[in-house]
């Protein structure tokens, strides 16, 4: 992705989440060690599922993630 796409997708995720949504995700990335991937597929949750909000996108995430160490772990 180029350094236009990369700010268009900026500019898009700005206008679909509120401030508080984009400073929650923030948090979470700094806070509790979250990564950039996490954090992408996070925002790939809420906008393919209509009405989710980051909270329940992060446990989807989450819980995702449990399951695939789970499986490796076998």
């Known amino acids: 992705m180029n ?5 268009q997708q900026a500019g898009l995720i700005a206008n679909t989440f509120s401030k508080l949504d ?13 990564s950039l991937q996490n954090a992408v597929e996070v925002i790939d949750t809420v906008d393919a599922r ?24 076998d």
């Open 3 to 7: 350094c236009i796409q990369l700010s």
């Open 50 to 73: 209509q009405g989710y909000t980051l909270d329940q996108a992060w446990d989807e995430v989450r819980t995702g993630e449990s399951r695939a160490m789970a499986v490796n772990d």
């Open 22 to 34: 984009l400073a929650k995700l923030v948090v979470a990335l700094k806070g509790s060690g979250e």
